[in-house]
């Protein structure tokens, strides 16, 4: 079996558990030892199948991680770990990414919390609300009109 089938059938079989940008599977090529001709044999071959599509796993990311009330900047920094940058990151974001389903969900995320913090003081409660949304890369102004919303 040539060393390319190897290298395409180690991707298909990483592509089995979930979508991968190119640069992920390069990598997990490249330190599985295949040579660098190989992969990228490999690569176009999924790339002609339909089987790697950057555009596709960039939408797919923003969708996750806008349910998971991520904030743009930290999902733009982790479409970037993933090789996805620049334009094509910020077109996946315009694209996928709907700031009322956020505002929506972060508003009840943060009365779910607040709820769970009853006997803490209103100054706890907005700094743990703050340290949560900022995580999630949310900037002060969205994480301030959410205690707003909230009546934190």
Sequence with gaps: ?????????YALYLLKFRSRSKK???DRLRRKGFAEDEVEEALADLER????DDADFARSLVRSRMRELWGK???EYEL???????????SALE???DEDFVRREAVEKVLKLAGRWKGMDRRKKREKVIAYFSRRGHSYDFIKSLLEEAGL
């Design 49 to 52: 199948a339909g089987l790697l």
């Design 73 to 75: 900047r930290l999902i």
């Design 80 to 90: 970037g770990k993933f090789g996805i940058r620049g334009d094509e990151a910020r």
């Design 1 to 9: 079996m040539p060393r390319f089938k190897k290298a395409k059938d």
């Design 24 to 26: 992920e599977l390069e």
């Design 95 to 97: 694209e996928v990414y």
